[in-house]
């Protein structure tokens, strides 16, 4: 079993940065956290997945909506992933989730509604005022 707890959210003025940090515990194998990623959810609106990344190969993916803005990036002797949030706009405001798999096609479901992770995070927010 996995444990994922994140870090860093709060409250930032738009045009602001933030970096959110997920770590990794409990993990009898290294390959159950191959793939890091990172979902927000608005209220009132469905999950959505912001970024991944595999651990093979440097893999990344974002979603339109971030590109060019925030950067996902891993630090494996610390089992920790991170999201650099740069730019940040007030639909950026969510709360946002860790989450990890072993599998590749996981992450490249991230951006799809098919995505399924088997570890999650509880969940930190996210705030952007104008």
């Known amino acids: 079993q996995v444990r994922l707890v994140e870090s860093g959210g709060g409250s930032v003025q738009a045009g602001g940065s933030l970096r959110l940090s997920c770590t990794a515990s409990?993990?009898?194998?290294?390959?159950?956290?191959?793939?890091m990623a990172w979902f927000r959810q608005a209220p009132g609106n469905v999950r959505e997945g912001v970024a991944a990344h595999y651990r093979g190969g440097d893999i990344t993916w974002y979603a339109d909506s971030v590109k060019g803005r925030f950067t996902i990036s891993r630090d494996n002797t610390k089992n920790t992933v991170y999201l650099q949030m740069d730019s940040l706009k007030p639909e950026d405001t969510a709360m946002y989730y860790c989450?990890?798999?072993?599998?590749?096609?996981?992450?490249?479901?991230?951006?799809?509604?098919?995505?399924?992770?088997?570890?999650w995070g509880q969940g930190i927010q996210v705030t952007v005022s104008s």
């Open positions: 989450a990890a798999d072993l599998s590749l096609t996981q992450c490249r479901r991230v951006l799809t509604e098919g995505a399924d992770f088997d570890y």
């Open positions: 409990e993990s009898t194998y290294d390959y159950d956290t191959n793939c």
